[in-house]
C-alpha cells in the first residue's frame, strides 16, 4: 500500500476521533451536536481523502470493500493499522487538550443496555452506514454524492444509538478513547458488532447488484 494511502487513512480517523469525539467530550450540543461533528467531519475528509484511499477511515468499511471483492487482505490490514493508530492519535491529541480528567468521548453501553443489546444496536447500525458506503461510493455508478449521503447517514444513526452504545460503528473510533481512559475491557462489542454488520451490507451488496 502507497504511503499516502496509509497517511490519508490515519488523517481521517484521527480528525474524525479528534472532532466527533471531541465533541462529545466538551457535550456542547448534546447528542445533536456529537451527531453533526461526526458526520460533518466525515462529509469533509471524504472529499479531501476520497480519491487517494477512499477514505473509509472505519475498519467495518474497510473490511466490507474487501468482502466486497474491492480491496485484498494484505491490504485491508494495512488499512486497519493505519486506522487503529489514527485513532490513538487522535485520541491522544484530546488526551493532550482535555485532560486525564475527560472522558475523551469514550463510547460505552448505557447501564440499561445488556451486552446482546449493544451488540445488536452496533451491527444494525453499521449495516446501516456501510451500505450507504457501499451503494454511493464503491459500485460502479457511485455518485459524486457520496460524502454527503455517508456524512448525514452516520449523524442520522448517532441520533438514534448515541444514547445506546454511544453508537460508535467503528473499532477504531471506540478504540482511541478507551486506550486513555481505560475502557478497553468492553472493546470487543465494537469490533464484533461492528464487523458483523459490515460482513451483512457486503453480502447484501452482492445479492443485491
Given at each position: 500500500?502507497?504511503?499516502?494511502?496509509?497517511?490519508?487513512?490515519?488523517?481521517?480517523?484521527?480528525?474524525?476521533?479528534?472532532?466527533?469525539?471531541?465533541?462529545?467530550?466538551?457535550?456542547?450540543?448534546?447528542?445533536?451536536?456529537?451527531?453533526?461533528?461526526?458526520?460533518?467531519?466525515?462529509?469533509?475528509?471524504?472529499?479531501?481523502?476520497?480519491?487517494?484511499?477512499?477514505?473509509?477511515?472505519?475498519?467495518?468499511?474497510?473490511?466490507?470493500?474487501?468482502?466486497?471483492?474491492?480491496?485484498?487482505?494484505?491490504?485491508?490490514?494495512?488499512?486497519?493499522?493505519?486506522?487503529?493508530?489514527?485513532?490513538?492519535?487522535?485520541?491522544?491529541?484530546?488526551?493532550?487538550?482535555?485532560?486525564?480528567?475527560?472522558?475523551?468521548?469514550a463510547t460505552?453501553?448505557?447501564?440499561?443496555?445488556?451486552?446482546?443489546?449493544?451488540?445488536?444496536?452496533?451491527?444494525?447500525?453499521?449495516?446501516?452506514?456501510?451500505?450507504?458506503?457501499?451503494?454511493?461510493?464503491?459500485q460502479k455508478?457511485?455518485?459524486?454524492?457520496?460524502?454527503?449521503?455517508?456524512g448525514l447517514?452516520?449523524?442520522?444513526?448517532?441520533?438514534?444509538?448515541?444514547?445506546?452504545?454511544?453508537?460508535?460503528?467503528?473499532?477504531?473510533?471506540?478504540?482511541?478513547?478507551?486506550?486513555?481512559?481505560?475502557?478497553?475491557?468492553?472493546?470487543?462489542?465494537?469490533?464484533?458488532?461492528?464487523?458483523?454488520?459490515?460482513?451483512?451490507?457486503?453480502?447484501?451488496?452482492?445479492?443485491?447488484?
Open positions: 500500500m502507497k504511503t499516502k494511502v496509509w497517511l490519508a487513512e490515519f488523517i481521517g480517523t484521527a480528525a474524525l476521533i479528534f472532532v466527533g469525539a471531541g465533541a462529545g467530550a466538551l457535550g456542547i450540543g448534546g447528542l445533536v451536536g456529537v451527531a453533526l461533528a461526526h458526520g460533518l467531519v466525515l462529509i469533509g475528509m471524504a472529499y479531501a481523502y476520497g480519491a487517494v484511499s477512499g477514505t473509509h477511515i472505519n475498519p467495518a468499511v474497510t473490511l466490507a470493500v474487501t468482502l466486497a471483492g474491492k480491496l485484498k487482505w494484505a491490504q485491508a490490514a494495512r488499512y486497519w493499522l493505519a486506522q487503529m493508530l489514527g485513532g490513538a492519535f487522535g485520541a491522544g491529541l484530546l488526551y493532550i487538550v482535555l485532560g486525564p480528567g475527560s472522558s475523551l468521548g460505552l453501553p448505557a447501564a440499561s443496555v445488556t451486552p446482546l443489546q449493544a451488540l445488536v444496536v452496533e451491527a444494525a447500525l453499521t449495516f446501516l452506514l456501510v451500505t450507504v458506503v457501499l451503494r454511493t461510493a464503491v455508478d457511485s455518485t459524486p454524492f457520496a460524502g454527503v449521503a455517508i447517514t452516520l449523524a442520522a444513526l448517532i441520533l438514534m444509538g448515541g444514547p445506546l452504545t454511544g453508537a460508535s460503528l467503528n473499532p477504531a473510533r471506540t478504540f482511541g478513547p478507551a486506550l486513555f481512559t481505560g475502557g478497553l475491557g468492553s472493546l470487543w462489542l465494537y469490533i464484533v458488532g461492528p464487523f458483523a454488520g459490515a460482513a451483512l451490507a457486503a453480502w447484501t451488496q452482492r445479492f443485491l447488484k
